[in-house]
């Protein structure tokens, strides 16, 4: 399958010769994105603690450089596309945070991703080369979620802060956007909402009712958040935009 796309040059450009970095696809959505990426040619290299690719641990955000570095070397025609899904959720409330919770949340949800993203604004900008980064924030940061965890929503709101500004600043060559997922039907993520109501509540029960809290009654499907990266990369004429994909949660 070839698909033909235009770049923010105003050339026409074949998606199946562009490389994409994607962050966190180990499993869950990062792997729902990476799949779909390669089922429409993309060559992909996966960052991430366990990798066959670039092993490393991103909440150490002052490695960043050199992460960024043993990615271009599985790039032998550079990469066009970053996807910044790695992230980390916190329990509990915030008054019972530690600051140890803290640091471990804003080092990988927002420094890890920022300093990434910084290495491939710096790569992009010396190189005259049109690049996208797509980062993965949260509906718990967006007006109306409601119940959220404080750590979590603090976090991902600020990689929903940075997001403009970058895309103004680096705009025309470079397109920055983000995609809010609400609740994604994940292992991890059934998982913490099981958690979140206490060891006595029956999990398919707290499943459905966090589903009726949306207008589509249902979860997200991870292989819904890949279609939204790459609608984001289809249409050039996105950036700077928080694309909420959520099943309608926060619809009041």
């Known amino acids: 399958m070839t698909l033909h796309m235009r ?3 105003g050339e026409e450009d074949k998606m199946d ?3 994409a970095v994607v962050t966190g696809c180990s499993r869950g959505i990062g792997a729902a994105i990476a799949n779909r990426l390669r089922l429409c040619a993309y060559s992909v290299i996966e960052i991430q603690r366990t990798s066959s690719h670039v092993p490393a641990d991103l909440g150490q955000w002052q490695k960043a450089p050199d992460t960024w570095a043993r990615a271009m070397k599985l790039a032998p025609h550079g990469v066009d596309l970053l996807v910044l899904n790695a992230g980390a959720s916190c329990d509990g409330t915030f008054v019972e945070a530690e600051p140890d919770d803290v640091t471990r949340c804003f080092d990988l949800n927002v420094f890890g991703a920022l300093m990434l993203a910084r290495e491939a604004l710096r790569y992009w900008t010396a190189a005259h080369r049109p690049g996208h980064i797509v980062m993965i924030g949260s509906q718990a940061a967006l007006p109306g979620a409601g119940e959220a965890n404080v750590l979590y929503a603090a976090s991902k ?3 929903h802060a940075a997001m403009g500004p970058l895309a103004r600043e680096y705009g025309p060559l470079i397109r920055v956007n983000c995609i809010a997922p609400g609740d994604v039907a994940t292992d991890t993520e059934r998982a913490l909402v099981a958690r979140g109501r206490g060891n006595d509540a029956e999990p398919e029960s707290a499943w459905r009712e966090v589903a009726a809290r949306s207008a589509l009654g ?3 499907q991870a ?5 939204a990266v790459l609608f984001l990369e289809r249409c050039a004429a996105m950036t700077g935009a928080i694309l909420n994909v959520s099943c309608g949660t926060s619809i009041h």
Do not use: L, N, Q, Y
């Open 218 to 220: 249902r979860w997200v």
């Open 7 to 9: 770049t923010s040059s």
């Open 157 to 159: 709101g600020a990689m």
């Open 223 to 227: 292989d819904e958040i890949a279609d």
């Open 17 to 19: 010769t562009r490389t």
